[in-house]
């Protein structure tokens, strides 16, 4: 029987290899993939609290802003006041959004290209598997 150590230094392993792979293709659009994370939040679920962000991908705040910053400069977000002067709506800029199709593509070309391995049944079963291991997360209150 393999080792919970075995099982969890692979997985850690293939998330740095999915993190690097991604990087080097989110590159062409000046953009990381902890980037494209909130990208894809804000695509999937449209504009969102600041404490949504960081909650529903388990990120620290701290880092979440300054990666918010680093996209609001760069005109792939834009942070506006909320309901009170503390809290920050995050959505998409116009360039975001015409941007957002082309770069959802060549992530799902890499994304094929990991699983292609798996048939229907176990990339269904994978993702089951996947949401059974610890963190739970948390659901975007939108």
């Known amino acids: 029987m393999l ?6 230094h692979t997985l850690h392993q293939q998330v740095r290899y999915i993190t690097k ?9 000046n953009l990381y993939s902890s980037q494209w994370s909130i990208l894809y939040c804000l695509d999937q679920f ?8 960081w909650q529903y991908l388990n990120v620290e705040a701290p880092t979440t802003t300054r990666t918010l910053v680093r996209m609001e400069k760069n005109n792939w977000i ?8 503390r ?10 959004a015409l941007l957002l199709p082309e770069i959802k593509q ?12 798996l048939d229907s049944d176990e990339i269904q079963q994978f993702h089951i598997l ?6 739970k997360g948390v659901e975007a209150n939108v």
């Open 106 to 117: 060549s992530i799902q070309q890499i994304e094929q290209s990991l699983l292609k391995d």
């Open 78 to 85: 834009v942070r506006v006041e909320g309901k009170d002067k």
């Open 87 to 96: 809290e920050r709506i995050v959505q998409l800029t116009d360039n975001a």
């Open 21 to 29: 792979e991604m990087n080097e293709k989110l590159k062409d659009y």
């Open 3 to 8: 080792s919970t150590n075995t099982i969890f």
């Open 46 to 53: 449209g504009p969102m609290k600041q404490t949504e962000i």
């Open 130 to 135: 996947l949401k059974k291991i610890g963190y």
